[in-house]
């Protein structure tokens, strides 16, 4: 079964600056997609990056990118010049590509900006 | 932002009332699913649905059930609430082209 960690339950990053988030997957499939969620307090959840498996191009939105590792079965989300709006969770997801169409989130990252 | 909807945003109700948590969205989804999340906790997956007709139970037991009678509409319902049904709620759907998941706002249920 696949499964999907975040080891940083929380981190910092002062405003303007740069801050990485960790993910880290286990999967047997060659084929899948991952992505980034971030859940505002009390706000919607909404994605923010995606990542097919099979494209080696890391996938850039903006201020946010990834650094996808297919080797290493790791999906770390960069987030450039940090703003308090950013201030939020973030949750890595997992999703095979066909079966039961369940996604895979990991347990999220708590991001603290600091004025 | 996607056309995903939750009624009620927040329930506050007494222990043994039966509730139905709505859940709709316009976008012709067939995929949809409910999450259980406790505030700035992981998401718990408690049902999903392939599509009309089409139910099955998450990776959390739940005590809740859902149904699926048309294709934008997911309702959730608790027959008998519990303090431990105490939660956040969250409606998700998705479509084979795009992948991601689109979510909705949530309703959070406390039970007294």
């Known amino acids: 079964a696949q499964t999907v960690t975040q080891s940083q339950p929380e981190m910092s990053v002062q405003e303007a600056e740069t801050v990485t988030l960790s993910c880290t997957y286990d999967t047997s499939e060659s084929d899948y997609y991952l992505f980034w969620y971030k859940q505002p307090p009390s706000r919607q959840m909404i994605l923010v990056i995606r990542?097919?498996?099979?494209?080696?191009q890391n996938a850039t939105e903006n201020r946010f990118s990834v650094n996808f590792q297919k080797a290493a079965k790791s999906f770390s989300l960069k987030i450039s010049d940090s703003q308090l709006g950013d201030a939020a969770m973030y949750f890595c997801?997992?999703?095979?590509?066909?079966?039961?169409?369940?996604?895979?989130f990991g347990t999220g990252t708590r991001l603290k900006v600091l004025a | 932002e996607a056309d995903i909807y939750q009624t009620p945003r927040y329930l506050v109700i007494g222990t043994g009332k039966k509730i139905t948590l709505e859940c709709s969205q316009t976008m012709g989804h067939d995929k949809m699913y409910w999450y259980q999340q406790d505030p700035g906790m992981e998401l718990h997956l408690i049902h999903y649905?392939?599509?009309?007709?089409?139910?099955e139970k998450g990776d959390l037991s739940s005590e809740s059930t859902v149904s699926r009678i048309r294709t934008e509409h997911f309702p959730l319902t608790l027959e008998s609430a519990r303090p431990s049904h105490t939660s956040q709620y969250l409606c998700?759907?998705?479509?084979?082209?795009?992948?991601?998941?689109?979510f909705g706002p949530g309703t959070r249920l406390t039970v007294t």
């Open positions: 997801a997992y999703r095979s590509p066909s079966g039961t169409y369940k996604y895979i």
């Open positions: 990542q097919e498996a099979y494209k080696q």
């Open positions: 649905s392939y599509g009309v007709n089409s139910t």
């Open positions: 998700a759907s998705s479509v084979d082209r795009a992948y991601e998941q689109y």
